[in-house]
Nanobody, 122 residues
Framework: VQLQASGGGLVQAGGSLRLSCAPS????????VAWFRQAPGKEREFVAA????????TYTDSVKGRFTISRDDAKNTVYLQMNSLKPEDTAVYYC????????????????WGQGTQVTVSS
C-alpha cells in the first residue's frame, strides 16, 4: 500500500492545519492508521492513531486536546486536524497503516507515506 500524506505548510503559533493521508489503489477501511512526526535531530515519535472502524483513537500526551485524528471512509482518507499549534510541533509528519494491529511504535505499522512538512513559527 502506498500512502500519500499532504496538507503540511507554514503556520504561525496558535494556528491550525489539517493533514490528509490517503492510500493509492486500496481501500483504507481495512487498516488502522497512525500519524508520527520527526523533528530535526530527534527520533520519530508517535502522534495519534485510529482504529479500522474509527471507533477508537489514541494520542500522545503533548497533543491531547489540540489534535484530532479522524477518518472519512467515503473519501478513503484519514485526517489529522491540528489546532493551537506550537513551535515544538514543527516536524515532518508521516502517516502509517497496518491491517492487523494498532500501536504507538513505528514497528507496529507496515506501510508508510513520504511525509509532509509542518513548520510553526513563533
Amino acid at each position: 500500500v502506498q500512502l500519500q500524506a499532504s496538507g503540511g505548510g507554514l503556520v504561525q503559533a496558535g494556528g491550525s492545519l489539517r493533514l490528509s493521508c490517503a492510500p493509492s489503489g486500496r481501500t483504507f477501511t481495512s487498516y488502522a492508521v497512525a500519524w508520527f512526526r520527526q523533528a530535526p535531530g530527534k527520533e520519530r515519535e508517535f502522534v495519534a492513531a485510529i482504529t479500522r472502524s474509527g471507533g477508537s483513537s489514541t494520542y500522545t500526551d503533548s497533543v491531547k486536546g489540540r489534535f484530532t485524528i479522524s477518518r472519512d471512509d467515503a473519501k478513503n482518507t484519514v485526517y489529522l486536524q491540528m489546532n493551537s499549534l506550537k513551535p515544538e510541533d514543527t516536524a515532518v509528519y508521516y502517516c502509517a497503516a497496518d491491517r492487523f494491529q494498532i500501536g504507538t511504535r513505528s514497528g507496529d505499522y507496515s506501510y508508510w507515506g513520504q511525509g509532509t512538512q509542518v513548520t510553526v513559527s513563533s
